[in-house]
């Protein structure tokens, strides 16, 4: 079983990787998404909540350093949208952990 942050992670190199597949043309990560990718890796696996962690856009640390924050946004917009189609799980996780209002509940 993958923890939450194993799949946050997923997720965000989900998403970086079909923004850099369309806006930057590659077949794999361009260096600068790579870097990208490393960076938000390793903030999520810093972060002080550890599994009990909110969605990013949630949270009050915002531990992004601004100019990575500006283009892991871009890279959201874009992708997002997207992710419902590629990979509705991975989107519909995402989007539990970013509004679970928006869920129907079931517990
Ligand atoms: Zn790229």
């Known amino acids: 079983m993958s923890r939450p942050l194993d799949r946050e992670i997923e997720t965000l190199r989900v998403m970086i990787g079909i923004y850099c597949r369309s806006v930057h043309r590659t077949a794999v990560l361009c260096d600068s998404c790579r870097e990208l990718a490393d960076y938000a890796q390793q903030r999520v696996r810093r972060c002080p909540y550890g599994d009990a962690k909110p969605a990013c856009n949630h949270c009050p640390i915002h531990c992004y350093e601004p100019r990575m924050r ?38």
């Open 70 to 107: 500006a283009r892991m946004i871009e890279v959201m917009r874009f992708a997002g949208p997207k992710m419902i189609w590629r990979h509705p799980v991975l989107a519909i996780r995402h989007m539990i952990r970013k509004n679970p209002k928006s869920i129907i509940k079931k517990e």
